[in-house]
């Protein structure tokens, strides 16, 4: 009979005792079991017609040989390298009698399903901005498969823009960012810790670069529409459109599609209004910039000041954490919270929080 141990949530091994003692018991997969079953043949023969040192190595060899096949196997199957689907995950800081260890930022990377998120218009952003935190100052910091999991979920959001043409300059901030990291990390072999070999990292950073090249020759496609256009909005409507964007970039490259739109992106109001959203009148005064005929210069003051201080995140929808379960999760997920009023207990997680969570 198997010997399991008291933590039934513990992932370990099952050992079984025999005359010779407890010994592990492995049970192979579905799609192992019948190329191992030659190895286990050898096996028997080989502890059948040996003596007692023979039957040791034979055993320990053909054991050996099993893990390589089954390690090999899972290597090289394209289905293995999937993406986690896990809607929420419990965040332990500290072990306790029921859970041994702590949560860390490659586990939680790794369980959460941000494979999903990025198909997720409201989501998409989030992630990008995550991705692009992580490859700032916490690449080092996630295991091998965290960071195979990361450059996945990184393939997939450049196929996505590439096809969709969604949002082409956030990804090309983000691969900036990590193509200036990876160089760094990659110059100081040695003096930082690379999980993996040096030739993997370069082999990722040619990836980058050529992602970068793809999203540089990406063209737009011009659709042809014979019905009602951009131009043919009133300019209320075209001005209001303008009031809604939160990102400066955005007005410009809106700008640029007509000259009335130009024109409406110049606006000393527009910009003015952009700055109050994003900065405090505190921030005004330690930057001043005047215009010529002595006004302030709103769009100026704006890439000035988000130079210095951080724009106010906007995201469609982000993960929250509840702070009586201590439970990490997408709001539509349907979290298993016992508190007696779940709402008041949720806190929205912005990508600074979500990697400040995990820090010890």
Not at 332 to 344: E, K, L, M, Y
Request: glycine share 6%; aromatic share 12%; net charge positive.
């Amino acid at each position: 009979m198997p010997f399991l141990g008291q933590d039934w949530r513990s992932p370990g091994w099952r050992w079984v005792k025999t005359e010779d003692g407890w010994k592990r018991f492995e049970p192979f997969g579905r799609a192992l079991q019948g190329g191992n079953s030659q190895l286990n043949d050898i096996s028997h023969s080989v502890i059948l017609t040996g003596g007692d040192d023979d039957e040791m190595y034979a055993s320990e060899d053909c054991e050996f040989a099993a893990k390589k096949r089954k390690k090999d196997h899972c290597r090289n199957n394209t289905d293995s390298q999937c993406f986690y689907r896990e809607n929420w995950i419990y965040v332990h800081k500290e072990s306790t009698r029921e859970r041994h260890g702590y949560c860390t930022l490659g586990e939680a990377f790794n369980r959460l399903d941000f494979s999903s998120a990025i198909q997720d218009i409201r989501r998409f952003n989030y992630v990008v901005k995550l991705l692009q935190l992580i490859a700032k100052s916490q690449l080092t910091s996630l295991s091998g498969a965290a960071q195979k999991n990361y450059f996945n979920i990184l393939d997939k959001i450049v196929r996505k823009v590439m096809e969709d043409h969604h949002n082409p300059r956030l990804i090309k901030d983000l691969l900036q960012d990590l193509s200036s990291t990876l160089c760094i990390l990659i110059r100081g072999v040695g003096k930082s810790v690379l999980v993996g070999n040096i030739d993997i990292w370069m082999c990722r950073l040619e990836t980058i670069r050529l992602w970068q090249q793809q999203l540089k020759n990406l063209q737009m496609n011009k659709q042809v529409n014979n019905g009602l256009t951009l131009s043919d909005l009133p300019l209320h409507m075209l001005s209001n459109i303008l009031h809604r964007f939160s990102d400066g970039w955005d007005i410009i490259t809106l700008g640029q599609v007509t000259p009335t739109l130009y024109m409406l992106s110049e606006d000393r109001q527009l910009w003015k209004k952009l700055c109050q959203y994003h900065f405090a009148e505190k921030q005004f005064c330690r930057h001043l910039i005047l215009s010529e005929k002595g006004h302030i210069d709103w769009k100026l003051m704006y890439f000035a000041l988000q130079k210095y201080y951080p724009k106010k995140e906007q995201y469609g929808d982000t993960l929250h954490f509840c702070r009586h379960c201590s439970i990490l999760f997408w709001k539509d997920s349907g979290h298993p919270c016992t508190a007696s009023d779940p709402n008041t207990c949720l806190t929205p997680v912005s990508p600074q929080h979500f990697i400040d969570l995990f820090k010890f």
